[in-house]
């Protein structure tokens, strides 16, 4: 099905790039010169982190206040892709919810597109969006790509754009903590835009598009007073509408390019799939690099502590060449919360010069069968405010080495213990 779905990519894309061609027409296009040039900075880093902690940072804007404005300046058209949507009533994500269906009742065209496995469980907010104006497709991404639909993005009058760790959840906008980009820059907006048009035609039947066309990058953007370079990228490879633009083998460049430091976040670390097969790709690199004399340093949520993903933590665990570890994040104050207090935040920060800001996770099937999205960025302005983000968290008392010779209890997540 995959092979036969690949033959028939060149119309289909070509389809989806006229249609967003149409939908992001403007009488002034913007370009990333303009963009640089404007007052609005082209890159803005976006953060949630988890009340009742000491993580959040005063420089770096909310995603529940920023998501709001974003769209309630839409005027044409909103694009939203997301793995699911969970909202509750008085929480940080219901401002979000209104303000995308204000957005519709005064005549924007608005597409939501979801992963089809969540859609039984959280039915009621997507029910809600469809009742006012909002066009909702569910993404069988199983079946067409093997994996889930993982990305989290949006993107408004295809001028710009927001993606990170986020889940339109209403806890990751208060018990999770997570980081995100806002982004002005054309191009990348324009790639954002390709992708959720090359899900849509897969959401409703069509086949999955391959093809040549390739997405400009390194683009300069101003950010800091500085000018940085960003590439974006994209996984699962085969469902990308410029087979360089994969995210993997550019992780793995970055790396193997360090020379004094690499310091990665994630949810979840793996160097074997699931099918029991080794992922071998990054963990190489990351031993390479520290074999080399490259301070590297792995930071993962303690979900982790569950049997199958912690033992190959504990094996990687190399202090002070290489070191891993788990963050715990206090339960809250006013009970259990299922699926939160939790580091979901996924990036990576290469010698204070260089960076990737994501939506995957460093496992196997989030790059060869997943939809995920990211964004490389040069330049020491950016690399170095993330570094500080990520120092924050490592240097915290949430944050512990793995012990290698410890028998780990996974924490509870889906119910209280």
């Known amino acids: 099905m995959r092979e036969h779905g690949r033959m028939s990519l060149r119309l289909l894309l070509l389809s989806a790039c006229l249609s967003l061609a149409c939908a992001t027409s403007s009488p002034h296009p913007l370009t990333s010169e303009a963009t640089t040039a404007s007052a609005e900075p082209g890159l803005v880093l976006v953060e949630s982190s988890p009340v009742e902690t000491a993580l959040d940072h005063a420089d770096i804007p909310d995603a529940w206040r920023v998501w709001p404005e974003m769209i309630g300046a839409a005027a044409r058209t909103l694009e939203i892709e997301q ?20 957005a519709a009742a005064r005549g924007v065209r608005v597409r939501l597109l979801v992963d089809e496995k969540f859609v039984k469980q959280y039915p009621e907010t997507l029910e809600r969006l469809a009742a006012r104006r909002v066009e ?33 959840d209403w806890r990751s906008l208060e018990h999770i903590q997570e980081l995100g980009l806002r982004v002005r820059v054309p191009e990348v907006v324009r790639a954002l835009g390709t992708i959720f048009e090359l899900d849509w035609t897969l959401a409703a039947g069509g086949s999955p598009p391959a093809s040549t066309e390739k997405v400009p990058g390194p683009l300069p953007v101003s950010f800091g007073g500085e ?3 960003v590439t974006p990228v994209f996984s699962p490879q085969g469902y990308l509408p410029d087979p360089t633009t994969w995210d993997l083998p550019r992780l793995v460049e970055l790396i193997d390019g360090a020379k004094r430091s690499v310091r990665v976040q994630v949810l979840t670390y793996r160097a074997r799939a699931r099918d029991g097969s080794e992922f071998h790709e990054l963990e190489d690199a990351l031993k390479r690099a520290s074999a080399r004399g490259v301070k590297v340093e792995l930071m993962v949520a303690d979900w982790s502590k569950r049997s199958g993903t912690i033992e190959g933590l504990q094996a990687l665990h190399a202090p002070p060449g290489l070191t891993v570890k788990l963050v715990t ?49 040069e330049g020491t302005a950016f690399a170095q405010q993330l570094e500080r983000f990520f120092s924050d968290t490592w240097n915290s008392a949430y944050a512990a080495e793995v012990d290698p010779k410890a028998t780990y209890q996974p924490p509870a997540v889906s119910s209280e213990p």
């Open 329 to 377: 994040i206090p339960r809250w104050s006013g009970g259990f919360i299922p699926f939160a207090r939790v580091v979901h935040a996924k990036y990576m920060v290469v010698d204070g010069e260089a960076a990737w800001v994501g939506t995957s996770n460093w496992e196997r099937d989030y790059f060869t069968q997943t939809r995920n999205v990211g964004l490389i960025i």
């Open 136 to 168: 909702v497709r569910r993404m069988d991404t199983a079946k067409s790509m093997g994996g889930v639909q993982h990305a989290k993005y949006f993107i408004v009058d295809g001028r710009e754009a927001y993606f990170g760790s986020q889940n339109f």
């Open 227 to 229: 000018t940085v370079r």
């Open 83 to 102: 793995f699911y949507v969970s909202n509750a009533p008085g929480s940080r994500l219901e401002p979000v919810i209104e303000a995308i269906e204000a």
